[in-house]
């Protein structure tokens, strides 16, 4: 039994055959879009003579914070406690030391879908005592439809980009032989928006009686980028 050679040479050889040639082409789309959820990270700090009374100071500051997070409802779409940590701060005396204070301090993070609201509660955050705020940090949905979108734009592209090499030389595409994504071939760190850290905190004694304004934040727009490989045959071109 013989094998026809000219028949398997276009998908076992990688550059095709003068009869079927092939063109390898790269697809790319990079894309703008409205960020879906911002992030904020937020540390409740407390200081005491005696390790009890840091605890308690923390423990109500603490509760004072994730209430008034709650307190926005559906705006809030995920709220977790991070690090949890306290301890003594030491100082010399005599030829010893002593313990003079103990610190205390909770980290939080809280994820919002409502930007306006976001605005104020993060300024009402940050006018509690011993309370510091680090953020926003913008970005999109893991599943958010713009990384669909910006894959199908890279797609399209490919095919613009191989027909036109076609059509010059007088030929037209006839199949697609292979498309690869190239987060699959070269694995890449994902990449996440950061717009840079907002940190703002609140020191002092008494809580001040008036409400702080909200703060006017402009979402970063996030930007989502796509390539693939293809590669198609051709028919004979015209030379």
């Not at 205390?104 to 300024?123: C, K, P, S």
């Not at 304004?213 to 796509?226: F, N, S």
């Amino acid at each position: 039994m013989t094998t026809d050679v000219t028949a398997a040479a276009p998908y076992g050889t990688p550059y095709g055959t003068p009869e079927t040639p092939r063109v390898a082409v790269r697809g790319e789309a990079r894309l703008e879009f409205d960020p879906e959820i911002a992030r904020i990270g937020v540390a409740v700090s407390a200081r005491g003579t005696d390790r009890r009374s840091a605890l308690e100071d923390l423990t109500r500051r603490n509760t004072a914070v994730l209430d008034l997070i709650k307190s926005y409802g559906d705006a809030v779409e995920k709220l977790e406690t991070g690090a949890f940590s306290i301890s003594p701060e030491l100082t010399r005396h005599g030829r010893g030391e002593r313990v003079r204070a103990y610190h205390g301090r909770v980290h939080i993070t809280a994820e919002l879908t409502d930007f306006t609201a976001l605005g104020e509660l993060t300024t009402r955050l940050a006018d509690l005592e011993l309370t510091r705020v680090d953020g926003p940090w913008w970005s999109l949905r893991p599943d958010s439809p713009a990384h669909g979108e910006a894959r199908r734009q890279a797609v399209k592209e490919a095919v613009q980009r191989a027909r036109e090499y076609a059509e010059a030389l007088g030929a037209r595409l006839a199949a697609l032989v292979e498309l690869a994504d190239l987060g699959a071939e070269h694995a890449e760190p994902y990449a996440v928006a950061y717009s840079g850290p907002m940190r703002s905190a609140g020191y002092g004694g008494a809580a001040q009686a008036e409400v702080a304004p909200a703060l006017d934040l402009e979402p970063q727009r996030q930007t989502v980028y796509a390539q693939v490989n293809a590669r198609f045959t051709m028919t004979p071109p015209q030379l």
